[in-house]
């Protein structure tokens, strides 16, 4: 308990410390990623898919999902947080059950809520970030308690590599708190060291854009995408480099550090209004070698356009890119529920009351799927062919 005391009143101290640096890194092997939004272009999936899978994911009285919020796959295995029921459940590609994570309470290995969830491809563990307790919660695969461990409050995004951590977080919650931006901030952590980095303000709330979280991983190290500036940094061990801008053309929203000019709520309110029809809002997932970006124009006060976009980081350029997907492979829609992409998969899912009974007719004799055995979702993975 002494241990934990002193580890967070060193965080304070740092926050405190850093509240005037800015400054960003400078890097010369920085690289321009420029997106082009195209409101006609459509991408077709088979110009970029090589196969699909349905898989039905298999139910008990025990294990009824609520709503799929991020799928991992690690070990041919796929690890599903569903929010609702507040579970943590692991299933084999065929959709067998092989481990449930569920220890509601608040005692020693228990949780209150799920806020945030990661896998540690290094330890094979899974992360459970629990905001109403500030705590931290490791498990196996296979759903045993490894340690538990207070954290900061109010974490964005989470990222373990090894034994290093990641939090991306804000020191104040979120802008309409207080009527203030959000005070964004990363905190390196080592086993014995700790670190604080990137002190910025934005009006912005990464949390709302689950699961594009801000990290990924790739070839090795752990990557962020921060908002407004639109900078991926790269993180390996306690070192941070600045490694990519994304851009977006035309009629950018967030350009030259322009976020840094709202201090008030009623500039922001001013600043959407002026900016409304721009894009903005950049999200990503990943592998080792391709990015898929999403970006938004803002139509109105609550909708929005998106489009995708796949970047090829050994050819630095853009491979596929559309507001939409036809997918002229199956009945189903690849981006509405979209939860995982890495250099071979496309994974989204698909839930059962979306379709009517003779669609679900023809799904069940195409992919030889029986529903009468589930009420569980299912999880359509699609294997990607990106170098055609």
């Known amino acids: 308990m002494r241990i934990i005391v002193i580890k967070l009143s060193m965080i304070i101290v740092l926050i405190l410390a850093a509240c005037n640096d800015n400054k960003l890194p400078k890097n010369e092997d920085i690289k321009v990623i420029t997106l082009l939004f195209d409101e006609e272009a459509e991408m077709k999936a088979s110009d970029f898919v090589q196969s699909t899978r349905v898989v039905l994911l298999e139910d008990t009285d025990e294990t009824m999902i ?6 991992d796959v690690v070990d041919s295995l796929l690890i599903i ?3 609702n029921t507040c579970s943590v459940l692991t299933y084999d590609f065929d959709g067998h059950l092989v481990a449930k994570i569920n220890f509601k309470g608040r ?5 209150q809520h799920i806020t945030t969830t990661w896998v540690n491809h290094d330890t094979k563990e899974v992360a459970i970030y629990d905001n109403s307790q500030m705590k931290i919660l490791l498990y196996t695969l296979h759903g045993e308690l490894v340690k538990d461990y207070r954290s900061p409050s109010h974490i964005q995004g989470l990222a373990l590599h090894g034994d290093h951590g990641y939090y991306y977080r804000s020191m104040d919650g979120y802008y309409d708190d207080a009527m203030k931006p959000t005070n964004f901030h990363l905190i390196m952590t080592s086993p014995d060291s700790l670190r604080l980095e990137l002190q910025r303000e934005f009006w912005l ?9 801000p990290f990924l991983r790739s070839n090795g190290k752990i990557l962020l995408l921060t908002p407004g500036e639109q900078n991926i940094y790269e993180l ?12 977006l053309k035309p009629n950018p929203m967030w350009v030259d550090d322009n976020f840094r000019s709202i201090i008030t709520y009623e500039d922001y309110t001013k600043f959407r209004k002026i900016n409304m029809g ?3 809002h950049v999200r990503f997932m990943g592998g080792d070698r391709y990015f898929l970006f999403n970006a938004t124009k803002q139509l109105d006060e609550v909708r929005g356009k998106g489009c995708l976009f796949i970047y090829d980081t050994k050819e630095d350029r853009i491979v596929q890119s559309g507001h939409s997907i036809y997918n002229d492979l199956g009945p189903y829609d690849m981006t509405n529920n979209l939860k995982f992409f890495n250099d071979s998969l496309w994974i989204s899912v ?5 379709y009517p009974p003779n669609v679900l007719d023809t799904i069940a004799r195409i992919e030889g799927l029986d529903f009468s055995k589930s009420i569980n979702p299912v999880v359509v993975i699609s294997k990607l062919n990106l170098d055609k």
């Open 350 to 354: 698909a839930y059962q009351y979306e």
């Open 81 to 83: 947080t569903d929010k």
């Open 236 to 247: 390996s061990g306690m070192d941070m480099h600045l490694r990519y801008h994304v851009e």
């Open 66 to 71: 609520g709503t799929i919020s991020k799928v």
């Open 278 to 280: 721009k894009l903005g």
């Open 205 to 213: 709330d990464n949390s709302s854009y689950l699961p594009f979280e």
């Open 107 to 111: 005692g020693p290995g228990e949780y």
